[in-house]
C-alpha cells in the first residue's frame, strides 16, 4: 500500500498533552494493518480559546519529531498560526505522492480486525467510489438508516452507499479531497465535516459516492479515545 495510501494525522491541542498516547495509538493501529504507508500528521496551531494549553502543546510538538523517526516513512507538517482541518489539508496536498489517503484523526484507533484494504483502494481508485468510511458500531445506528442507500459490493468489498458525511477514519482519492476543499472559501478555520455534511446528505448518491465498509460479522472497525474529553467545541471561523 505505500505507493496507493498516505495516512493523513491532523492533530491540535487537547487535554492529555504533552502526552503522545493518543497519536502513539492511532500510529500503532495503522502500522499493523498498512505498515509501509507514508503518513503525514498535520499539526495545527494554536487557537487563541486554547492559549491555557501553550506550554503542553509546546512540549508535545518537541516530542512528535523524535515520535516520528520511530513511526518511520513519517513527515511532521507544523503549522504556524491556527489553520484547523480544512485549511490544514488545502495546504499539504502537495505533499501527498499517493493517489489516496486515510484520514484519521489523532484520537481514532484501528481495531485489531481484518480489513480489505486491497478491494477498498482498489474501488477507491477506480471510481466507482470516492471514498469509504471505516465504522465505529457493529450495524448501522437506528437514527441513522434514512442516511443510507443500499448495499452493494465492489471488487469484492461489501459497502452500505450513504449520503452521510463523517470526519470518522476513510480511504479517499486525493483528487476527489482536492475537490471537496476548493468548496471551502479560502481561510475557512473549521472541521471539513462541519462544512461538507450539508452539501453531500442534499445531493444525489452518484454526486458523492460515499459508502461505509460492510464486512461480515460485524462492521465495527474502530475506535475512539476521547482526545477532547470535556473541552468544548470551538465554533468555526470564516
Same mark, same amino acid.
Given at each position: 500500500?505505500?505507493?496507493?495510501?498516505?495516512?493523513?494525522?491532523?492533530?491540535?491541542?487537547?487535554?492529555?498533552?504533552?502526552?503522545?498516547?493518543?497519536?502513539?495509538?492511532?500510529?500503532?493501529?495503522?502500522?499493523?494493518?498498512?505498515?509501509?504507508?507514508?503518513?503525514?500528521?498535520?499539526?495545527?496551531?494554536?487557537?487563541?480559546?486554547?492559549?491555557?494549553?501553550?506550554?503542553?502543546?509546546?512540549?508535545?510538538?518537541?516530542?512528535?519529531?523524535?515520535?516520528?523517526?520511530?513511526?518511520?516513512?513519517?513527515? #511532521?507538517?507544523?503549522?504556524? @498560526? /491556527?489553520?484547523?482541518?480544512? *485549511?490544514?489539508?488545502?495546504?499539504?496536498?502537495?505533499? %501527498?505522492? +499517493?493517489?489516496?489517503?486515510?484520514?484519521?484523526?489523532?484520537?481514532?484507533?484501528?481495531?485489531?480486525?481484518?480489513?480489505?484494504?486491497?478491494?477498498?483502494?482498489?474501488?477507491?481508485?477506480?471510481?466507482?467510489?470516492?471514498?469509504?468510511?471505516?465504522?465505529?458500531?457493529?450495524? #448501522?445506528?437506528?437514527?441513522? @438508516? /434514512?442516511?443510507?442507500?443500499? *448495499?452493494?459490493?465492489?471488487?469484492?468489498?461489501?459497502? %452500505?452507499? +450513504?449520503?452521510?458525511?463523517?470526519?470518522?477514519?476513510?480511504?479517499?482519492?486525493?483528487?476527489?479531497?482536492?475537490?471537496?476543499?476548493?468548496?471551502?472559501?479560502?481561510?475557512?478555520?473549521?472541521?471539513?465535516?462541519?462544512?461538507?455534511?450539508?452539501?453531500?446528505?442534499?445531493?444525489?448518491?452518484?454526486?458523492?459516492?460515499?459508502?461505509?465498509?460492510?464486512?461480515?460479522?460485524?462492521?465495527?472497525?474502530?475506535?475512539?479515545?476521547?482526545?477532547?474529553?470535556?473541552?468544548?467545541?470551538?465554533?468555526?471561523?470564516?
Amino acid at each position: 500500500m505505500k505507493n496507493r495510501i498516505t495516512c493523513v494525522i491532523p492533530t491540535s491541542p487537547i487535554p492529555s498533552h504533552p502526552s503522545t498516547r493518543l497519536i502513539d495509538g492511532a500510529v500503532e493501529s495503522i502500522r499493523k494493518h498498512i505498515p509501509d504507508v507514508p503518513i503525514l500528521v498535520q499539526v495545527d496551531g494554536l487557537r487563541e480559546e486554547n492559549a491555557n494549553r501553550r506550554e503542553q502543546y509546546e512540549e508535545y510538538k518537541r516530542v512528535l519529531p523524535v515520535k516520528a523517526l520511530q513511526w518511520g516513512n513519517t513527515k #511532521i507538517h507544523f503549522f504556524l @498560526e /491556527y489553520k484547523h482541518q480544512a *485549511e490544514m489539508m488545502r495546504e499539504t496536498f502537495d505533499e %501527498i505522492d +499517493t493517489p489516496l489517503l486515510f484520514y484519521l484523526e489523532h484520537d481514532w484507533e484501528i481495531l485489531d480486525l481484518p480489513i480489505d484494504w486491497t478491494g477498498i483502494a482498489g474501488t477507491v481508485e477506480s471510481g466507482e467510489l470516492n471514498l469509504v468510511r471505516l465504522y465505529r458500531w457493529d450495524a #448501522i445506528v437506528p437514527g441513522h @438508516e /434514512y442516511l443510507m442507500n443500499g *448495499e452493494s459490493v465492489y471488487h469484492g468489498v461489501p459497502v %452500505i452507499r +450513504t449520503v452521510q458525511w463523517s470526519g470518522h477514519p476513510h480511504v479517499a482519492r486525493v483528487d476527489f479531497y482536492e475537490d471537496l476543499i476548493a468548496q471551502f472559501r479560502g481561510g475557512c478555520r473549521t472541521l471539513i465535516e462541519e462544512f461538507i455534511y450539508g452539501p453531500v446528505v442534499n445531493a444525489p448518491w452518484e454526486q458523492y459516492r460515499c459508502a461505509i465498509y460492510n464486512p461480515p460479522g460485524g462492521m465495527r472497525r474502530i475506535q475512539h479515545t476521547d482526545g477532547r474529553e470535556s473541552d468544548p467545541k470551538f465554533d468555526a471561523q470564516f
